[in-house]
């Protein structure tokens, strides 16, 4: 089992729907990462948590500690939103080093 | 204000050969990170330097080193290149560890022949 999960892999969503996407994880975390990537590779980090909610714009972020789970929202979609989400989780502290390890990433189409 | 500069952009390499990617983080940020990602095994976390020193590593070959100056520009390089290297290569600079969101360079596409 991959220490982070997300789901779904492929989402096709049209325009103004609202969009969930979510990770799942099995290892203590010191944080989680929201990440986009659009074709082309560049990738923007949207949001940093360790615990609670954070929005930016249209974008949510929660994340349940104790659940170890997290969800990304999207309300009133829009074609620019296409892109590939990827979660991150930061490791807790072990031994020095903070193990940071990648969700296979969410592929989202926004169909006008 | 400029943003996360990684040259360059475009390298091809023969098995066999070492390469050294270069990224320059924003400016007055003191952590930098490398990350490798591919079709296969998606994003990878490499390493992290934090004031000169490495802070995080990931589970990579030793073939795989960085290093990170006073300025805060890193740098990444790979010995003994193999076909399985090929791969886009991605750093993020941020402002402190643990602390702060990252900001990503384009990234530097590797391919070994």
């Known amino acids: 089992k991959n220490e982070v999960e997300q789901s779904p892999q492929n989402l096709t969503a049209q325009e103004g729907e609202f969009i969930t996407i979510n990770c799942s994880y099995s290892?203590?975390?010191?944080?989680l990462h929201w990440l986009q990537q659009h074709p082309g590779g560049g990738i923007v980090s949207l949001f940093m948590?360790?615990?609670g909610k954070k929005k930016h714009g249209r974008l949510i972020a929660t994340i349940n500690i104790q659940e170890k789970h997290s969800s990304l929202h999207i309300t009133a979609s829009h074609p620019r939103d296409s892109a590939v989400y990827i979660c991150a989780v930061q490791g807790a502290n072990s031994g020095g080093y903070q193990k940071v390890t990648f969700g296979i990433g969410t592929k989202l189409q926004v169909i006008p | 204000k400029a943003g996360v500069t990684q040259t360059p952009r475009y390298l091809i390499k023969t098995r066999g050969q070492q390469v050294t990617l270069s990224c320059s983080p924003i400016?007055?940020?003191?952590?930098v990170s490398w990350y490798q990602q591919t079709p296969g095994q998606g994003l990878q976390f490499l390493f992290e330097?934090?004031?000169?020193?490495?802070?995080n590593k990931g589970n990579f070959p030793g073939r795989f080193s960085g290093r990170q100056f006073s300025n805060s520009r890193s740098e990444m390089n790979v010995s003994t290149l193999e076909l399985g290297d090929s791969a886009l290569y991605l750093c993020?600079?941020?402002?402190?560890?643990?602390?702060?969101?990252?900001?990503f360079g384009s990234g530097t596409r590797l391919t070994v022949v």
């Open positions: 290892v203590g975390i010191s944080a």
């Open positions: 948590l360790s615990s």
């Open positions: 400016s007055g940020h003191r952590s």
């Open positions: 993020a600079s941020s402002l402190v560890r643990d602390r702060s969101g990252y900001t």
């Open positions: 330097y934090f004031s000169e020193t490495q802070r």
